[in-house]
């Protein structure tokens, strides 16, 4: 069945880094743009940057634009968000899926972001 795992989170200063994993299986993740969505406590989940089936276009959302970047590895069906100039309103769990103009596969579990000093 479809599966979504995502990983690397953890709490980190205001101004550090981290990079975020999602292993994808169930699927062929080559044939598929992908996304990664972000939800704060209270506030509705919110696409944060999509990237097309072979890497060579992104987009990202205005809040996130040149301190994000998106990228995958088709041959280990892995996106992954590298995070960098963190600011405490990053704080969100974060989880991977198809982008917003397809059904939703299954959501994983997210991982949890914590910017705070």
């Known amino acids: 069945q479809v599966q979504l795992v995502e990983s690397g989170g953890g709490l980190v200063q205001p101004g550090g880094s981290l990079r975020l994993s999602c292993a994808a299986s169930?699927?062929?993740?080559?044939?598929?743009?992908m996304s990664w969505y972000r939800q704060a406590p209270g506030k509705e989940r919110e696409l944060v940057a999509t990237i097309t089936s072979v890497g060579g276009g992104t987009n990202y959302a205005d809040s996130v634009k040149g301190r994000f970047t998106i990228s995958r590895d088709n041959a280990k069906s892995t996106l992954y968000l590298q995070m960098n100039s963190l600011k405490p309103e990053d704080t969100a769990v974060y989880y991977c899926n198809v982008p917003p103009d397809r059904a939703p596969v299954s959501w994983g579990q997210g991982t949890q972001v914590t910017v705070s000093s």
């Open positions: 169930g699927f062929t993740f080559s044939r598929y743009r």
